[in-house]
């Protein structure tokens, strides 16, 4: 089986490049490498997949329409598992033009390529930032999201419209994940945990947003990839009980699907700091901040679905978790 991973050199696309070479596949990885954020860490993330004779790296954007049909025509692909996009809430204020290439146009020629070349199953990664102004907890897939409040989160919310626009025209399936704050080893050094890891082991105040108040799904990077490369197998069907009486945002008589993958267990950010504190051996100074424009007070992922259907529920502690990338961090930064 040959498996394209776009953003195969960023934090969940490595992970999950890996375990597919572990169980056998052929993966190509598609990468801009672009300079979000380091790239060192990319290419560090990309050389130990190298190593690995069943892979092959394609250095490519998204947004680049003869290159990305050019990939889809030079292979056959059975799965196809989009993660490449312009990540972050905050940059969406600060850059907005980005996301529409990448995470827009780039996602188009995805489907493009999917729709002419046969692919069994197109994986895509959403957001639960697309629960934006809903404050019914835990977040369900059956509830309507029409109301985000970053256009990362709207971006994220397109890349489902448009996945269930071709998977009903064209018949392709296609499955979205709500990924809720992933965290782990070779994680962003744009997310929480490393600029916490960062502060705290340099010995400068770092900001806590919301007061400390905010909370939290915090998913472990092992198992989302777990729920992905259960997802990818288990291509969706029609949903023959489906009414447009009474429409179900998670599926469509067309083969779609929509997943929260999260670890169902909401935690207040004061409480991570701790834990990481206590992973560490050294206090942090706080420097207390209010929320930030397009962040949401709270996440909390109801995953019954998951469970229900690929019998898989994420459920790593923040304690064993932070402490992995803790071990990480050191080991990669030499500290």
Same mark, same amino acid.
């Given at each position: 089986?040959?498996?394209?991973?776009?953003?195969?050199?960023?934090?969940?696309?490595?992970?999950?490049?890996?375990?597919?070479?572990?169980?056998?596949?052929?993966?190509?990885? @598609?990468?801009?490498?672009?300079?979000?954020?380091?790239?060192?860490?990319?290419?560090?993330?990309?050389?130990?997949?190298?190593?690995?004779?069943?892979?092959?790296?394609?250095?490519?954007?998204?947004?680049?329409?003869? +290159?990305? +049909?050019?990939?889809?025509?030079?292979? +056959?692909?059975?799965?196809?598992?989009?993660?490449?996009?312009?990540?972050?809430?905050?940059?969406?204020?600060i850059n907005p033009k980005s996301y529409i290439n990448a995470n827009i146009n780039g996602f188009l020629h995805i489907l493009e390529g999917c729709r002419h070349t046969g692919v069994k199953h197109l994986v895509f990664a959403s957001s639960s930032s697309v629960y934006g102004l809903n404050s019914t907890m835990p977040f369900s897939i059956?509830?309507?999201?029409?109301?985000?409040?970053?256009?990362?989160? +709207?971006?994220?919310?397109?890349?489902?419209?448009?996945?269930?626009?071709?998977?009903?025209?064209?018949?392709?399936?296609?499955?979205?994940?709500?990924?809720?704050?992933?965290?782990?080893?070779?994680?962003?050094?744009?997310?929480?945990?490393?600029?916490?890891?960062?502060?705290? @082991?340099?010995?400068?105040?770092?900001?806590?947003?919301?007061?400390?108040?905010?909370?939290?799904?915090?998913?472990?990077?092992?198992?989302?990839?777990?729920?992905?490369?259960?997802?990818?197998?288990?291509?969706?069907?029609? $949903?023959?009980?489906?009414?447009? @009486?009474?429409?179900?945002?998670?599926?469509?008589?067309?083969?779609?699907?929509?997943?929260?993958?999260?670890?169902? $267990?909401?935690?207040?950010?004061?409480?991570?700091?701790?834990?990481?504190?206590?992973?560490?051996?050294?206090?942090?100074?706080?420097?207390?901040?209010?929320?930030?424009?397009?962040?949401?007070?709270?996440?909390?992922?109801?995953?019954?679905?998951?469970?229900?259907?690929?019998?898989?529920?994420?459920?790593?502690?923040?304690?064993?978790?932070?402490?992995?990338?803790?071990?990480?961090?050191?080991?990669?930064?030499?500290?």
């Amino acid at each position: 089986m040959k498996v394209l991973v776009t953003g195969a050199a960023g934090f969940i696309g490595f992970h999950l490049s890996a375990r597919l070479l572990e169980r056998g596949y052929e993966v190509v990885g @598609l990468d801009a490498l672009t300079d979000y954020y380091d790239v060192n860490l990319k290419k560090a993330r990309l050389a130990l997949l190298q190593k690995n004779d069943a892979f092959t790296f394609c250095p490519d954007d998204l947004n680049d329409e003869a +290159a990305v +049909a050019k990939v889809f025509g030079d292979h +056959a692909f059975d799965y196809v598992v989009n993660l490449a996009a312009q990540a972050g809430v905050r940059y969406s204020l600060i850059n907005p033009k980005s996301y529409i290439n990448a995470n827009i146009n780039g996602f188009l020629h995805i489907l493009e390529g999917c729709r002419h070349t046969g692919v069994k199953h197109l994986v895509f990664a959403s957001s639960s930032s697309v629960y934006g102004l809903n404050s019914t907890m835990p977040f369900s897939i059956h509830d309507n999201v029409d109301h985000p409040i970053s256009l990362y989160a +709207a971006s994220k919310k397109s890349n489902e419209l448009m996945a269930h626009a071709y998977s009903y025209l064209f018949k392709l399936p296609a499955t979205g994940l709500r990924f809720f704050t992933v965290y782990g080893p070779w994680g962003r050094p744009d997310m929480a945990l490393f600029l916490f890891t960062k502060g705290i @082991l340099e010995g400068k105040p770092i900001n806590v947003f919301n007061h400390g108040k905010m909370k939290r799904d915090f998913t472990y990077i092992d198992d989302i990839v777990e729920g992905v490369v259960r997802v990818m197998v288990k291509v969706p069907e029609p $949903n023959p009980k489906w009414s447009g @009486l009474n429409p179900d945002p998670s599926s469509s008589p067309a083969p779609y699907k929509i997943y929260n993958i999260g670890n169902n $267990n909401c935690v207040e950010l004061e409480r991570y700091i701790e834990v990481l504190e206590n992973a560490l051996g050294k206090k942090a100074t706080r420097n207390y901040m209010d929320m930030q424009p397009g962040d949401v007070p709270a996440t909390y992922a109801n995953v019954d679905d998951l469970i229900e259907d690929v019998g898989f529920k994420p459920n790593t502690p923040i304690e064993k978790g932070i402490e992995k990338f803790v071990e990480w961090y050191r080991d990669y930064y030499k500290i």
